[in-house]
């Protein structure tokens, strides 16, 4: 989950690799460092904190001479986030820098090797064998990262510069993201495209297991074992601007207020005349019409959009669908084979509890659908199908349009599925996808409405914890709100399907404890309205101050709302798309008031690329 960058090109490269850190910023942001390669020697910087910290120490431009260079972020893992544990790391001599993403499983076997031929360690990582062991092996660098590559066991990106190789970054990588931005006199590698979009749109991906090298004029690729390969090449239509806070304090609220465009761009050329058309679904419509099981696996935000995606898929393709925990799933010994669709939903497409997910659905030979945002990624290349969330770059640490962009993408899987199965004919498919459309719309209404959330939230900004309840697809909506605001607000929330309070957790509540009731549309499903509505009543009995999220025109839960919050009718199934965001302007407003970073929340990385 750390972020990395590489340029070999004319320019400054220290300029650029920090541009690029700046944007990789999201994947860690315990320490930063960067080496270039000037003058037949190597110039590193490198500290403990944000890159703000970095870009000071760098101010007196000592290493603006190299055109060279590889930055990293980190998200410590090996080693407490100082100074000394920064990356890039050295080989004794000083001659060879390398970062790197993951975790090498074997290091402490290495490092004991070394460290018995006299190799002085300076740090604590897993990452610091890595230069020793390319210093150790009298080959050209390239040859030397292969090399080493063989002998490492876990999951790694790394990339290397050398002194005696000016021109060069050579980069290797196995279970962990790794992108080459081909440029014009200039090439670049990234943990991700955002950190080269400003200079290229054009860029390869990587297979499992490559060495790539790169100069300012050619891109060169071989596997472990030393052949040859091509990587695929890829256009990246991302704007820019998406990548920029555009006014906003923060990237969340930016995101937040994208979510209308980003669900309209995930609808956009879906519908056909023939129904829904996906992007690359490589499994047949007959398979797809043997499938007798679903599983959908996922993590955090993405694992609540699967919840509702379960409802949605039921529902329309009464085809059984359970919602796992990608980190749990395996270890229990699912129930899979090749009737079995497995639907792996995942923003960045590199959460490594989700691919080991999905690697097991595959070995059971399930057929492996994923649902994600990024373009390249590891996740959609070992599926069998994908269906991409067109909601562009998310910086923000905590997910917010790619939750809603997940869900439409869930809703309409569910509905090709359907009609792939013959279960809904197309008219009734577009009718639903039709009110999918509107939603942007109204989604915009409600944005210009949430005034009174940021005034609620400097009111519960003092609260000692805050509960969330819902039903049905309003159950994961609480979830994701108590989520929301754990993650940013740093406070106790917890999340309950409604009618479960009763058995248990209503003995939280005490007076003024702050509960926050999503309640289900009186038109579109009056009798699960009127429990939840039950629900709420049991809390205020029991002294809670209830913030209630209904259905415009549901005046009937005035009288049991302490704070109302309206939000604009649409089919119940969809409801998450409303209900969701006043929860995500809760949470981020909540931050701002205790006085968090509510794009960087501590502990945290945006990718999760460690089980
Ligand atoms: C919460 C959040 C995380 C991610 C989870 C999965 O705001 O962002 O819970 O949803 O780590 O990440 P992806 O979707 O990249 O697999």
């Known amino acids: 989950m750390c972020g990395i960058v590489g340029y070999a090109g004319r320019r400054t490269a220290v300029d650029i690799v920090v541009d690029g850190l700046r944007r990789l910023e999201y994947r860690g942001y315990d320490s930063a460092g960067v080496a270039v390669v000037g003058d037949g020697e190597l110039l590193t910087e490198k500290r403990a904190g944000k890159l703000a910290v970095l870009r000071a120490a760098l101010a007196d431009g000592a290493l603006d001479a190299g055109t060279t260079g590889i930055g990293h972020t980190r998200w410590a893992t090996h080693g407490g986030p100082t100074d ?58 390239p040859e030397a990262m292969r090399r080493v590559s063989r002998q490492l066991e876990g999951a790694f990106t790394l990339l290397a510069v050398s002194a005696d190789n000016p021109d060069m970054v050579v980069g290797a990588r196995r279970n962990s993201p790794l992108v080459v931005g081909r440029g014009d006199g200039e090439n670049f590698l990234a943990s991700d495209v955002s950190a080269f979009i400003a200079y290229t749109r054009e860029a390869i991906e990587l297979g499992q297991d ?40 923060h990237f969340m609220l930016k995101e937040i207020a994208d979510q209308p465009q980003a669900i309209a761009d995930t609808l956009l050329g879906r519908l056909t005349d023939h129904g829904i058309a996906l992007d690359e679904v490589r499994i047949s419509d007959q398979d797809l019409r043997d499938v007798t099981k679903v599983f959908i696996v996922a993590c955090g935000t993405a694992y609540h959009s699967g919840m509702v995606a379960k409802y949605a898929i039921e529902h329309w393709t009464r085809i059984p669908c359970e919602v796992e925990l990608a980190s749990e799933f395996r270890y229990r010994d699912p129930i899979l084979d090749s009737s079995t669709l497995v639907i792996a939903i995942s923003q960045s497409g590199e959460t490594m509890d989700t691919l080991m997910a999905l690697r097991h659905a595959k070995q059971q030979k399930a057929r492996v659908l994923a649902i994600c945002n990024t ?16 909601g562009g770059p998310e910086i923000a640490v905590a997910s917010t349009k790619a939750f809603l962009t997940q869900l439409v993408a869930c809703y309409l899987l569910g509905l090709y599925l359907a009609q792939v199965r013959g279960i809904m004919y197309a008219d009734e498919v577009g009718a639903v996808v039709r009110q999918l459309q509107q939603t942007p719309d109204l989604l915009r209404d409600l944005l210009d409405q949430m005034d009174p959330v940021r005034k609620l939230s400097r009111d519960l900004s003092s609260a000692r914890q805050v509960l969330f309840i819902g039903r049905h697809v309003g159950y994961p909506v609480a979830l994701e709100g108590a989520l929301k605001l754990k993650e940013l607000a740093y406070m106790h929330a917890e999340g309950f399907a409604a009618g479960e309070l009763k058995h248990g957790p209503i003995a939280l509540i005490d007076d003024d404890t702050p509960v926050i009731c999503v309640v289900p549309s009186p038109v579109g499903n009056a009798m699960m309205r009127d429990k939840v509505v039950s629900n709420i009543q049991e809390v205020r009995a029991r002294g809670a101050r209830t913030i209630v999220i209904a259905e415009e025109g549901d005046e009937g839960v005035r009288a049991y709302a302490d704070d109302l919050i309206f939000v604009p009718r649409v089919p119940t199934l969809l409801a998450p798309l409303m209900t969701t965001v006043p929860l995500q302007i809760l949470a981020c407003e909540i931050a701002t008031a205790r006085g968090y970073d509510v794009d960087q929340p501590r502990n945290l990385a945006k990718s999760v690329t460690v089980e």
């Open 84 to 141: 000394r544990n920064a990356h890039p790391h050295l080989s004794s001599d000083n001659r060879i820098a390398v970062i790197h993403n993951g975790i090498i499983e074997n290091f402490a076997r290495l490092r004991a090797v070394l460290e018995a031929d006299g190799v002085e360690f300076t740090s604590d990582t897993d990452t610091e064998v890595v230069a020793h062991l390319l210093a150790s092996i009298d080959a050209p660098l």
């Open 210 to 249: 490559q060495v790539v090298v790169i100069t300012p004029s050619s891109i060169e690729i071989i596997d472990f074992a030393g052949v040859p390969m091509t990587g695929t090449d890829f256009h990246i239509d991302w704007d820019l601007k998406a990548a920029e806070k555009g006014g906003f304090d």
């Open 375 to 390: 373009n390249g990624s590891t996740i959609p290349r070992e599926s069998d199908a994908v269906l991409y969330t067109h």
